[in-house]
Structures are given as C-alpha cells and as structure tokens.
C-alpha cells in the first residue's frame, strides 16, 4: 500500500538589518523538496518583496506578516497534483531593519 509521508525542510531565517535594497536568498541551496506549503514569516519592522527568481517582483509581506502559499489548492484539473518544485530558491528585499524573514516548507515523500 502506498504511503505519503510529509517532511520538512530546514528552517532558513535570514536577519532584516543585511538588507540593503537587492534581493537575498533565503534559501540558497534550494528547497529540499517539492513542496506543497510554503511559509515566508516577515517578523521584521520593515516590508519585504518577495520574489521567485530573484529579479521579479512576484509578491509583497508588510512588517510582522506572512505568507502562506498552499499550492495543492490551485491545481487544475481537479485531482492533479501542484508542487513548487524541488530546489526552487525564495528571495527576499528590503531595506535595512529589526528583526527577521524566514521560510518554512512541507512536501510528501
């Protein structure tokens, strides 16, 4: 019988005050899974721009917010499976503050 097992990547956590304007990876290596939620925690005094491939714009976090993307709710057709691919990179761009971005991401096995 076939089994699906959700693991976790490791917790990356980057601090506001390296923020100088131009976008930081907050996950270098990449995601260690597909991952089918992500999590970025904006827990910094400052407005974060998030982006996907480090050049665009893709979304927007105020100070003290975050975002959830739970991608297995946007696939189509129904039944089909919508996965942020394995070693996908999440940027992140600001200026200089207090606090800490952090990112959290949960995919099956």
């Known amino acids: 019988m076939a089994k699906n097992f959700i693991s976790f990547c490791t917790l990356k956590t980057i601090d506001a005050s390296t923020f100088a304007g131009a976008y930081i990876a907050l996950n270098p290596l990449g995601t260690e899974g597909a991952c089918a939620i992500i999590r970025i925690i904006n827990d910094s005094n400052v407005p974060v721009t998030i982006s996907f491939d480090g050049v665009t ?21 129904n039944g089909e499976v919508a996965l942020l691919t394995k070693g996908t990179v999440v940027y992140a761009k600001a200026g200089a503050g207090v606090g800490f971005v952090s990112l959290a991401g949960y995919y099956q096995e």
């Open 57 to 77: 714009a893709h979304d927007y976090l105020r100070a003290s917010s975050e975002l959830q993307l739970t991608l297995q709710e946007a696939n189509q057709p």
